[in-house]
């Protein structure tokens, strides 16, 4: 079956760094559109970036663009989110997921179990 396996979450001070892994299996990577998306508790899940099979289509949230980077591996069946510039409000658990293109939850079909990121201030 599909998993989606994140790793890389953590506390952090404002301002520093980190760097999100996914990795994929269970299912044809290099076809499937990445995204990452966080949720905060009692709020909806967001959109924070994707990236196409080619990697030549990115998007990014407004609120990430120009501090966050997504890449992928596909000869590793991974995707990556580097954190920097990272701030208070960045502070909620990350997911992974896996489908077609869009900001929409509605756009991806499999979701890993989310990463929690904490950013002190």
């Known amino acids: 079956q599909v998993q989606l396996v994140e790793s890389g979450g953590g506390l952090v001070q404002a301002g520093g760094s980190l760097r999100l892994s996914c990795a994929a299996s269970g299912l044809t990577f290099s076809r499937h559109v990445m995204g990452w998306f966080r949720q905060d508790p009692g709020k909806e899940r967001e959109f924070v970036a994707a990236?196409?099979?080619?990697?030549?289509?990115?998007g990014y949230a407004d609120s990430v663009k120009g501090r966050f980077t997504i890449s992928r591996d596909n000869a590793k069946n991974t995707v990556y989110l580097q954190m920097n510039s990272l701030k208070p409000e960045d502070t909620a658990v990350y997911y992974c997921?896996?489908?077609?293109?869009?900001?929409?939850?509605?756009?991806?079909?499999?979701w890993g179990q989310g990463t929690q990121v904490t950013v002190s201030s």
């Open positions: 990236i196409s099979w080619t990697s030549l289509n990115i």
């Open positions: 997921a896996a489908g077609n293109w869009g900001r929409s939850t509605a756009n991806y079909g499999y």
